[in-house]
């Protein structure tokens, strides 16, 4: 099992769409789990941090489930603006101050 | 506040020549990170360093690769001899907490390697 794990994507949705992003991780002791987004040639971008208990930002809602290894963001209304790369980021644990990036999922949102 | 800074934002070097790239983390963070980031690939850790600790060097590709931090703050990664597949975007984050917290990054130097 690869250690952050992410939908292969690309997606494209039209503006106004809902869509869901899932991301696994190998290590049940990870301590913090991060979405960034990164846009064509620039830098990634801390979108959200994901809580236990979940947390909403506005239109972005980030679920963890520790059972099962898996974190999921949700964007609703998409806009032209949310095009990007989103990159799935977790501290597996072992190294206490190392963050894993998953190869992130491209979003196109179409007019 | 101002974020973290890298200088230069582009390079471009003949194979074989040695490459200094900088790092300007945000005041006061402790933690420094550098990243490698090739076309269309996801983020590859180099090195980290956290305050006076000896810094891990454990994703360095090759003993070409060296970085300092001096003073705490500002870091230098160092490329020798560049490789053709050295091109890449190399990233710079900070952060104050360790693992525990986001890290923030930079935005880049671009090598390109002729």
């Known amino acids: 099992r690869k250690e952050v794990e992410q939908d292969p994507g690309p997606f494209n949705v039209p503006e106004g769409a809902t869509v869901a992003f899932n991301c696994t991780y190998s290590?049940?002791?990870?301590?913090?789990f991060f979405w960034y987004r990164q846009d064509c040639r620039k830098e990634p971008k801390l979108l959200m941090s994901v809580y236990s208990s979940g947390n909403e930002d506005g239109r972005f809602t980030a679920q963890l489930n520790r059972a099962s290894q898996y974190i999921s963001l949700l964007i609703r209304d998409s806009k032209l603006s949310d095009s990007a790369t989103y990159l799935c980021v977790v501290n597996l644990g072992g190294s206490n101050y190392k963050l894993t990036f998953g190869k992130g999922t491209l979003l196109t949102v179409n007019p | 506040g101002a974020g973290v800074s890298q200088s230069p934002s582009n390079k471009v070097t003949e194979k074989g020549k040695d490459v200094e790239l900088r790092c300007d983390p945000i005041?006061?963070?402790?933690?420094l990170y550098w990243y490698r980031q090739s076309l269309g690939q996801g983020l590859e850790f180099l090195i980290y360093f956290q305050g006076n600790s000896a810094p891990d060097k454990s994703g360095l590709p090759s003993d070409r690769f060296s970085a300092e931090r001096t003073g705490g703050s500002v870091s230098t990664l160092t490329i020798q001899r560049t490789q053709q597949e050295d091109s890449a975007v190399y990233l710079c984050a900070s952060t104050t907490s360790g693992a525990r917290g986001p890290q923030y990054f930079g935005p880049g130097t671009r090598l390109l390697v002729l």
């Open positions: 005041s006061g963070h402790t933690a």
């Open positions: 290590n049940s002791a990870s301590q913090s």
